[in-house]
């Protein structure tokens, strides 16, 4: 088995960066991975601590963040974002700019038919938070790195009939390929080695509506969950796997060996 791609999610619920190389942090998180975030105004969580999803503009929420295009200069903090080649906003970081890149995407967001801002002004004005450097907006608090096997998601594709799936619908930090469709799901509690980082793996990691967003239209065009509850009835959709890592940090590379342990 082999590392096949590797992402990571400068900002909570957006699109990806694709790299060659993600370096884990102490605490075992990815540098650079979900460090800022879109927050409606009345979300319950104060200043930039961790909260749930819900309480971001997200693919969760708004699908139509999937035709944006985002670049942040992690030295520079410096957030460029664009919709299929038209800029939206590209702002430095600062009190100011960041004012700016909330006001922006609130536009784009309320244009969009599918959005949670227009039936709710109390969720207005977002707020971005994050400082750019800490990962900290994981879906979980502990801030789990996330996995799947192209053989699974090619399992899954001839399950929805979409040969061209897309592994970006499932937002993973490591595509890996050389395994058995699914074989990531019978590894929890079990540990892996990927080059020179070795991880628990922890939990399957549940779905959510984000994946029914088509990553090219950012239209919900696939019943993803549903499929998901035939392939593993259970009561919660699972795809991909939650890992951790109690070695602080280490780097991974896209074409590093996998390897299962005991």
């Known amino acids: 088995m082999r590392v096949a791609a590797l992402y990571r999610y400068p900002v909570k619920g957006f699109t990806p960066e694709s790299c060659e190389t993600l370096s884990l942090v102490e605490g075992g998180r990815i540098a650079g991975d979900r460090v800022l975030g879109f927050r409606f105004a009345n979300a319950a969580a104060a200043g930039d601590e961790w909260g749930t999803k819900h309480e971001f503009v997200a693919l969760v929420n708004t699908p139509g963040l999937a035709r944006?295009?985002?670049?942040?200069?992690?030295?520079?903090?410096?957030l460029?974002?664009?919709?299929?080649?038209?800029?939206?906003?590209?702002?430095?970081l600062d009190d100011g700019g960041r004012t700016r890149m909330a006001a922006a995407i609130e536009r784009y967001v309320l244009e969009l038919a599918e959005n949670p801002l227009a039936s709710h002004p109390?969720?207005?004005?977002?707020?971005?938070?994050?400082?750019?450097?800490?990962?900290?907006?994981?879906?979980?608090r502990a801030g789990l790195v996330t996995l799947h096997s192209r053989e699974s998601l090619?399992?899954?594709?001839?399950?929805?009939?979409?040969?061209?799936?897309?592994?970006l619908r499932f937002r993973s930090n490591i595509a890996i390929e050389g395994?058995?469709?699914?074989?990531?799901?019978?590894?929890?509690?079990?540990?892996?080695?990927?080059?020179?980082?070795?991880?628990?793996?922890?939990?399957?990691?549940?779905?959510?509506?984000?994946?029914?967003?088509?990553?090219s239209t950012g239209e919900r065009d696939l019943r993803i969950m549903e499929t998901l509850r035939t392939a593993f009835p259970a009561q919660k959709p699972t795809f991909a796997v939650a890992l951790t890592t109690r070695h602080g940090a280490g780097m991974i590379c896209t074409g590093d060996k996998v390897t299962l342990n005991n």
Do not use: M
């Open 68 to 78: 944006l295009e985002l670049k942040l200069d992690h030295h520079d903090l410096r």
């Open 122 to 140: 109390e969720r207005l004005p977002l707020r971005v938070v994050g400082d750019g450097v800490t990962p900290r907006y994981q879906d979980d």
């Open 80 to 92: 460029r974002v664009a919709s299929r080649g038209e800029l939206i906003a590209d702002q430095r």
């Open 179 to 215: 395994a058995e469709p699914w074989a990531e799901q019978r590894w929890i509690g079990r540990t892996i080695r990927i080059g020179a980082v070795e991880f628990e793996v922890a939990c399957p990691k549940t779905r959510c509506l984000a994946t029914h967003a088509n990553p």
């Open 154 to 167: 090619a399992a899954l594709a001839s399950s929805v009939n979409s040969p061209d799936l897309s592994e």
